[in-house]
């Protein structure tokens, strides 16, 4: 059902933790099966030094933070803001349909992070939105 890749990030996720004094973090959760990520980003000119997450929530949703992260890190804020969920399910080679909601929490959990780095920044990242 779940493939190499997947089991792997489940077992052995990468960045996981907190970043004390972050430069931005987002927490979003799924209303449905009410699991809760949130992503800390380190941001040093507008580029992602560090990123950490903390996922309360299936083996799914931490196999695609942990993969969302491992994608973002060391890239431009803009490249990051490019990380769609889609991107995060196609690096570990996808997931079951009943799934798919969890890589959506990921992309969400670092859109919310980035708009809290904008935010505490007085930036205006291009083209993105504001979390719900
Ligand atoms: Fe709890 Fe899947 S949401 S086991
Ligand atoms: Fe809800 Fe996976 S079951 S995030």
Known sequence: ???KKVMDHFQNPRNMGEIEGASGVGTVGNAKC?????IYLDIEDEI????????FGCGAAV??????????????VKE???????????????????KVHCSLLAEEALQAALWDYAKKNGIVIEGLVEPK
Do not use: H, Q, W
């Open 1 to 3: 059902m779940y493939t």
């Open 34 to 38: 009410g699991d809760i990520m949130r």
């Open 48 to 55: 992602i030094k560090d990123v950490k997450f903390k996922t």
């Open 63 to 76: 196999a695609t933070s942990s993969m969302a992260t491992e994608l973002v890190k060391g890239k431009t």
């Open 80 to 98: 990051a803001m490019e990380v769609t969920n889609k991107a995060v399910m196609e690096a570990l080679d996808g997931l079951p349909r009943a």
